[in-house]
């Protein structure tokens, strides 16, 4: 059963930054899909960024430009470096995974437990 593991979260000020990462263990196969998701209180889960063992990616309208999403295939890990945060960027972040599925718009079968990341005005 494939396990993540969500580090990196905390409190930073409004336009500050932050890099959360995530670890994958209980598969020694490669993980095909990779991802961040986030849920901010009274709202649904939603996408922040994608990315293929290949490469390909795919983010939010909302973090273009801000957040980058990067992956150590060897390691079965993906990181998110979120600059120029702001206040509605706060949420808990999830990583998501994917063994098989090839679709980055939707997301895959495994999911971390969340980390909280807070921006103060």
């Known amino acids: 059963q494939v396990q993540l593991v969500e580090s990196g979260g905390g409190l930073v000020q409004a336009g500050g930054s932050l890099r959360l990462s995530c670890a994958a263990s209980?598969?020694?196969?490669?993980?095909?899909?990779m991802g961040w998701y986030r849920q901010a209180p009274g709202k649904q889960r939603e996408m922040v960024a994608a990315?293929?063992?290949?490469?390909?990616?795919n983010y939010a309208d909302t973090v273009k430009g801000r957040f980058t999403i990067s992956r150590d295939n060897a390691k079965n890990a993906v990181y998110l470096q979120m600059n120029s945060l702001k206040p509605e960027d706060a949420a808990v972040y999830y990583c998501?995974?994917?063994?098989?599925?090839?679709?980055?718009?939707?997301?895959?079968?495994?999911w971390g437990q969340g980390t909280q990341v807070t921006v103060a005005s």
């Open positions: 998501n995974a994917d063994l098989g599925a090839s679709d980055l718009y939707r997301p895959g079968g495994y």
């Open positions: 209980g598969t020694s196969y490669r993980l095909n899909i």
């Open positions: 990315m293929t063992s290949g490469g390909t990616t």
